[in-house]
């Protein structure tokens, strides 16, 4: 499960994988819940759950209780953009409850630990991709 992590004071988002046998942990869990940040290795660190996807790519909205996936009409919000003024639609919406269907959960730092981010989850350059202004 992907967890990507929003600092509102620098404005930056750190991307980190939450491993399987920590999976369990969150299950359950709501979106606007607190968890600690040790559970992905940001000791020290508060996290408040605020949202995420299924493993299809459905957003999870706070508003829907349980995990299942529901039919909702949709004027405006998260899963849907409207194009006209007082359109309306029928969009697929996930419970605001994580389970093993996540595949990603959205999460903002609350309360700082001792050490940056940035030391934490280094940014990595993708394999085969080559840094801008150089030629072969």
Do not use: C, W
Not at 64 to 86: D, P, Y
Not at 100 to 116: F, H, K, L, Y
């Amino acid at each position: 499960m992907k967890i990507v992590i929003g600092d509102p004071k620098t404005a930056k988002s750190y991307q980190t994988e939450l491993a399987k046998d920590k999976e369990s942990l969150v299950f359950g869990k709501h979106i606007g819940d607190e968890i600690d940040g040790s559970l992905i290795g940001a000791a020290g660190y508060k996290l408040k759950m605020t949202g995420g996807s299924d493993k299809n790519g459905f957003p999870m909205k706070a508003d829907v209780s349980g995990m299942s996936k529901k039919k909702l009409v949709l004027s405006k919000g998260i899963g849907f953009r409207n194009a006209k003024r007082g359109e309306m639609k029928k969009k697929m919406i996930r419970g605001g409850t994580i389970s093993d269907e996540t595949a990603q959960i959205s999460v903002v730092i609350i309360e700082a630990g001792p050490s940056q981010l940035d030391q934490l989850f280094p940014k990595s350059e993708k394999a085969g991709e080559e840094k801008k202004g150089k030629k072969k």
